[in-house]
C-alpha cells in the first residue's frame, strides 16, 4: 500500500500577528499494488496548539466542528486505505502457515501448498514492477525459490511430464528478477559498504553508488518487462489452471495417494541425512563449491520443514528450524560475500575501462574487496562449530524422533 499525502500549513494570528493555532490541512490518495486499485481519501485537517494559547485551539476546533461540520479521525490513514481495497492490517505475510493434515492425500496437499506461494508471488507482481520497495522483490524471489523447491522435492506426486514446464519456467523468472535483487543488496549495504572503510577513504566510494544506481534503472526495466510479459502472464495463467483442477480420484504416480504426513517423513529424512553426509565431508581444504552444495541442501531441508511443519509438534520441530537456519546463515555468509567480493572486482574493471573511476575509487574498492574477503575467512572458520551444533547426537535425535518411522529404526537406517 502507497499513500500520497500533499500538505499546507496555515498559521492563526492573534492582533498582534502572532503565531496562536497551527492548522495543517492535508490531502491524500492511495494505490495498491496487489489489487492495483486506486483513490483518494478523505482530506484532513490537524488543529496544532502553540504553548500559552490552549485557549484559542480549543475555540478553532469548536468552531471547525460546528461551522464546517467536520467531525475527529478516528482511523489511522493506512487503515483507512486498506479499508477501501477489503484488507486489515496484517492480512499478508511472506510467512507459511498452512494448517495440514497426515492423512490427507499427497498430491491434493501439495497443490495446497503450492497455492498458498502462488498467492504469495502474485500480491508482490505490481509492487515489484513499480519497484516501490525492495521487499516487493524479496517476497516475489523467495516464493518463486520456495515454489521450485517444491516441485523438484515433494515428489513423485505429479506427472513429470507436467511438472518439466513449469520447473523451466519458474527457472527463468528467477533469472530474470536476480540481477535487480543483487544490485537491491549492495545498494542497501551501501552504507555499512563505507562503514568499513578508514574515514579518508569512504568518500571516494561514492562513484560505486552512481555506477550502481545508474545501472540499477537498466535492469529494473527488464525486470518490469519480463514481468509484464505474454511468457509471464501464460504461466501464472496455466500455473493457476493446474492448482486449481481437483486431483484425479486415482492417480497412476507412485506417491500422489499416500498420506502427505508419509511422504513428508521420507522427504524430510533423506534431505537431513543427505546435510549431515555432506556437513561431514567438508574439509579445511575443501573447494568452495562442496559449502555451496551444503547450502542448497540446508535450505531444501528448511523449505520441506516448513511446508509441513503443522503435521509435527511445534514445539519439537520449530527449535530443529531455527538451528537449521543457524547454519544456513552460517553458509551464506560465506556464499554471498565470496559473490559480493568478486563481482566488486568486476564492476572495478568495468568502471575503469568505461573511465567512471578514479584511482582513489579503485583504492576504495580494493580495500571494500579486502575486508569482505576477510569477512568470508571467518565464515569459513566458523563453520565446523556451527555444523557440530547441527551434528550433535541429542540433536539428531530430535530429528529421528520426528521423522524416522518404527520401520525405520528397526532396519538400522
Not at 375 to 390: I, K, L, N
Request: proline fraction near 4%; include cysteine.
Amino acid at each position: 500500500m502507497r499513500i500520497q499525502t500533499t500538505a499546507r500549513l496555515l498559521r492563526v494570528l492573534d492582533e498582534n500577528e502572532k503565531t496562536v493555532v497551527r492548522v495543517l490541512v492535508s490531502s491524500h490518495s492511495f494505490e495498491d499494488p496487489t489489487s492495483g486499485r486506486s483513490g483518494d481519501l478523505a482530506a484532513r485537517l490537524r488543529v496544532q496548539g502553540v504553548r500559552g494559547y490552549d485557549d484559542d485551539r480549543e475555540l478553532l476546533v469548536a468552531l471547525v466542528e460546528s461551522k464546517l461540520g467536520l467531525v475527529k479521525a478516528e482511523t489511522p490513514l493506512l487503515c483507512e486505505a486498506l479499508r477501501r481495497v477489503g484488507r486489515v492490517p496484517g492480512d499478508y505475510s511472506s510467512k507459511l502457515d498452512l494448517k495440514l493434515e497426515g492423512a490427507q492425500r499427497a498430491d491434493a496437499v501439495t497443490k495446497q501448498i503450492l497455492a498458498t506461494l502462488l498467492e504469495t508471488l502474485e500480491a508482490n507482481i505490481q509492487g515489484t514492477i513499480a519497484g516501490w520497495d525492495t521487499e516487493f522483490l524479496h517476497d516475489l524471489r523467495v516464493a518463486t525459490r520456495r515454489t521450485r523447491s517444491a516441485l523438484s522435492q515433494i515428489k513423485p506426486v505429479f506427472p513429470e511430464e507436467i511438472l518439466a514446464r513449469f520447473k523451466e519456467e519458474f527457472a527463468w523468472v528467477q533469472q530474470a528478477t536476480g540481477q535487480v535483487r543483487d544490485l537491491d543488496v549492495y545498494l542497501l549495504a551501501f552504507d555499512d559498504y563505507q562503514a568499513s572503510l578508514p574515514a579518508e577513504l569512504r568518500p571516494k566510494l561514492e562513484p560505486l553508488r552512481e555506477f550502481l544506481l545508474a545501472h540499477y534503472d537498466q535492469e529494473q526495466a527488464r525486470l518490469a518487462q519480463a514481468l509484464q510479459s505474454e511468457r509471464f502472464r501464460v504461466l501464472l495463467g496455466a500455473w493457476r489452471d493446474f492448482l486449481q483442477t481437483p486431483v484425479p480420484s486415482t492417480s497412476i504416480v507412485p506417491g500422489a495417494m499416500q498420506p502427505i504426513k508419509a511422504v513428508a517423513d521420507v522427504r524430510i529424512r533423506r534431505m537431513a541425512k543427505r546435510v549431515r553426509r555432506e556437513g561431514r565431508a567438508i574439509r579445511d581444504d575443501s573447494h568452495p563449491e562442496e559449502l555451496h552444495e551444503l547450502r542448497k541442501s540446508c535450505k531444501k531441508l528448511r523449505y520441506l520443514m516448513e511446508f509441513f511443519r503443522s503435521l509435527y509438534p511445534g514445539g519439537a520441530i520449530k527449535p530443529l528450524i531455527k538451528q537449521l537456519k543457524v547454519l544456513l546463515d552460517q553458509l551464506g555468509d560465506y556464499q554471498d560475500l565470496a559473490v559480493q567480493a568478486h563481482h566488486l572486482e568486476d564492476v572495478a574493471e568495468r568502471m575503469h575501462a568505461e573511465g567512471r573511476a578514479a584511482p582513489a575509487t579503485l583504492l576504495a574498492m580494493g580495500a571494500l574487496v579486502g575486508g569482505l574477503l576477510q569477512r568470508q575467512q571467518a565464515a569459513r572458520d566458523g563453520f565446523s562449530e556451527v555444523f557440530a551444533a547441527f551434528d550433535d547426537p541429542q540433536q539428531w535425535a530430535q530429528y529421528k524422533a520426528l521423522f524416522w518411522t518404527s520401520e525405520v529404526h528397526q532396519t538400522g537406517t
